[in-house]
């Protein structure tokens, strides 16, 4: 039974790993994925996330070292083809997972094919000049006022995705979308983490040890 079990894994993670591949490699296929495949997966792993408050992949991830600490521990008892045997699994199955729930996307069309619109040469004094507006326009955009209630934010950047076009492959808002606490935020402030979008289970991720300020901007990055 148990060999059983392990075959019809392997036989499941190899027939993803197949198209993994084949996003990699051809590009309408990754198109096929974001714009079709992705919006669907992330509605449900997102849905699944939203049931608790905090981040589920950091749980996740822990539990594989774990698995794959406990596998080591094991080399002598099982010898090490059947050590081999679990741990290519466990790693194979992890791949795979971050791969089908969002990393395909990496391979899609470039942004300017997707914008329609093309790189422009470096050119120095329209450079300097686009530095000059942004910066007086970030201080224009300064304000006394401090952010008392993320929920405003929250629906003013959900509004913002929703308009969108779907060409881009982004996932629609959804109202089960809410920011989530780390688990492990001292670590993450510990090296300057301000937030990360979770790709195992569509969660976004936001450090409480920022300033108010800053949430806005990687509530965005990270939504």
Not at 28 to 44: T, W
Not at 102 to 131: D, K
Not at 136 to 148: F, Y
Request: charged share 20%; proline share 4%; glycine share 4%.
């Amino acid at each position: 039974m148990k060999r059983k079990k392990s075959l019809v894994l392997y036989i499941i993670c190899i027939v993803l790993l197949a198209y993994v591949i084949v996003c990699r490699y051809s590009i309408p296929a990754a198109d096929f994925y974001a714009l079709e495949v992705y919006p669907r997966i992330s509605l449900v792993l997102s849905f699944i996330s939203s049931l608790v408050p905090f981040s589920i992949q950091e749980c996740i991830v822990t539990v594989i070292i774990i698995i794959g600490l406990y596998f080591l521990t094991r080399i002598r008892k099982w010898g090490f083809k059947r050590f081999a045997k679990y741990e290519i699994l466990l790693l194979l199955s992890t791949y795979v997972w971050f791969y089908i729930s969002w990393a395909n996307n990496y391979s899609r069309s470039s942004i300017f094919y997707r914008t329609e619109t093309a790189p422009r040469s470096y050119n120095e004094a329209e450079f300097l000049a686009f530095v000059g507006d942004y910066v007086d326009s970030i201080n224009a955009a300064w304000t006394s006022d401090t952010i008392s209630d993320i929920s405003e934010i929250e629906l003013e950047i959900k509004k913002a995705y929703s308009e969108v076009p779907k060409k881009y492959g982004l996932s629609k808002p959804r109202s089960w979308h809410h920011p989530k606490e780390m688990l492990f935020r001292p670590l993450y402030s510990a090296v300057g983490v301000a937030g990360f979008m979770s790709p195992l289970l569509s969660e976004s991720c936001i450090n409480s040890d920022i300033l108010a300020i800053d949430v806005p901007g990687v509530y965005t990055h990270e939504y």
